[in-house]
């Protein structure tokens, strides 16, 4: 397995076990691919959930621009939601899974298609 592979473990592992939920492994694996090199980068592989400006970005470039949902409120309620899902206080919330939580509240998969 490549590392890819076992991040991908890792965020399938984070779903089940942190988030009560039973990942759909291709569309996971699709998520972490569409998210590039920054899956690779500490930093950049999670989501600080406590910035503003975090959930902005992910609101933008994630939301907006991938998923193509149109700007309101209810993009921030559901940042905040898959948050609370993750667990506010759980340190390392992985950027591929939150994507991958949002895309489902969406049913967004077929962007991924």
């Given at each position: 397995?490549?590392?890819?592979?076992?991040?991908?473990?890792?965020?399938?592992?984070?779903?089940?076990?942190?988030?009560?939920?039973?990942?759909?492994?291709?569309?996971?694996?699709?998520?972490?691919?569409?998210?590039?090199?920054?899956?690779?980068?500490?930093?950049?592989?999670?989501?600080?959930?406590?910035?503003?400006?975090?959930?902005?970005?992910?609101?933008?470039?994630?939301?907006?621009?991938?998923l193509g949902l149109a700007d309101g409120p209810?993009?921030?309620?559901?940042?905040?939601?898959?948050?609370?899902?993750y667990g506010r206080s759980e340190r390392n919330?992985?950027?591929?899974?939150?994507?991958?939580?949002?895309?489902?509240?969406?049913?967004?998969?077929?962007?991924?298609?």
């Amino acid at each position: 397995m490549g590392r890819r592979d076992d991040l991908i473990a890792t965020y399938a592992d984070d779903l089940r076990n942190k988030c009560g939920m039973n990942p759909d492994m291709d569309l996971l694996r699709k998520v972490t691919i569409g998210c590039g090199p920054a899956v690779y980068d500490a930093d950049a592989s999670t989501v600080a959930a406590g910035q503003e400006h975090e959930l902005e970005t992910v609101k933008n470039n994630f939301l907006i621009k991938k998923l193509g949902l149109a700007d309101g409120p209810q993009l921030m309620d559901a940042i905040n939601e898959v948050i609370e899902t993750y667990g506010r206080s759980e340190r390392n919330k992985y950027r591929a899974v939150v994507y991958y939580m949002l895309t489902k509240k969406f049913g967004k998969e077929s962007v991924y298609g």
